[in-house]
Structure formats: structure tokens, C-alpha cells
């Protein structure tokens, strides 16, 4: 999230676009955020998110907005996933750290729900949003 799309990453939406596969992205290491407190137990991002100064969820909007604007650029229509107003149009942009497990589970839970006719899940461990408790059996 605070570094933007890199090559290899611009490489891998074009490839996803050309083959029609459906995807989420792991905004990854939201923890380094200027700013950003994570929480000591196990919480939701978006319990994380509202814990966090009016400052910093500006700051997050606005490096999430910049992701936003490049995958409009490259033709993909997105969103921060809680935004998100139909899941077929747009992409599901998760704020995660793989440090502190925060968007973590919805990441899982948005990838199960995009491969659902060819997997099943029962994503169990969903906590970040009531929607995805519901979802969790939906899946199979």
C-alpha cells in the first residue's frame, strides 16, 4: 500500500485481464503506514481502521485511491473491499499485514468467494465483517 504497483505486479494484472481470471489485491503492509497503530490482540481491519486517528485514515484513503486510480488506468474498475457496491464490476482492493494478520481472513474470504464455483470453502475464521460470517456458509 505505501509503495503503489511495481513492475512485476503491472505485469501480473495484464496477464489476469488477458486470461478474464477473477482476483482480489493485498494491499500489504498497512502496520507501516505513518501513523498506523496496530492493534496487540487479533482484530479486523476494519475495527483496526476506525481504531485509528482521523489523520491516518485520511492518509489510508488517499494511498488507497492511488491504487484505485491505477487499476482504472489499466481498465479495472475497484474498491476498498467494505465499498464495495457489486463484486461482479469491481475489484476488492484488502489493506493487509502479513505482520500483524489484519485483513488477513477477508483476503481469504474475498478469493474463496471469487473462486466459489470451482472451490469450496468455509471460510470459519471471517471476523472482519458480519457480511462474511453470513457468507461463510454461501460458499459451497
Do not use: H, K, Y
Given at each position: 500500500i505505501n509503495e503503489g504497483f511495481k513492475p512485476q505486479t503491472i505485469e501480473a494484472l495484464e496477464i489476469l485481464q488477458a486470461f478474464k481470471t477473477p482476483f482480489v489485491i493485498a494491499a500489504n503492509k498497512v502496520?507501516?503506514?505513518a501513523g498506523w497503530r496496530s492493534p496487540e490482540e487479533k482484530t479486523s481491519f476494519l475495527d483496526s481502521f476506525n481504531s485509528q486517528?482521523?489523520?491516518v485514515k485520511q492518509?489510508?484513503?488517499k494511498k488507497m485511491y492511488k491504487l484505485v486510480e491505477v487499476l482504472h488506468e489499466k481498465g479495472f474498475q475497484s474498491e476498498r473491499f467494505d465499498r464495495i457496491d457489486d463484486y461482479t464490476k469491481q475489484i476488492a482492493i484488502i489493506p493487509t499485514s502479513a505482520k500483524t494478520?489484519?485483513?488477513i481472513w477477508i483476503t481469504l474470504c474475498e478469493w474463496g468467494e471469487n473462486k466459489r464455483e470451482s472451490?469450496?470453502?468455509h471460510?470459519?475464521?471471517c471476523?472482519?465483517?458480519?457480511k462474511y460470517k453470513k457468507k461463510g456458509s454461501e460458499f459451497c
Open positions: 502496520d507501516l503506514c486517528a482521523d489523520t492518509e489510508m484513503d494478520g489484519e485483513g472451490i469450496c470453502w471460510c470459519l475464521f471476523d472482519d465483517d458480519e
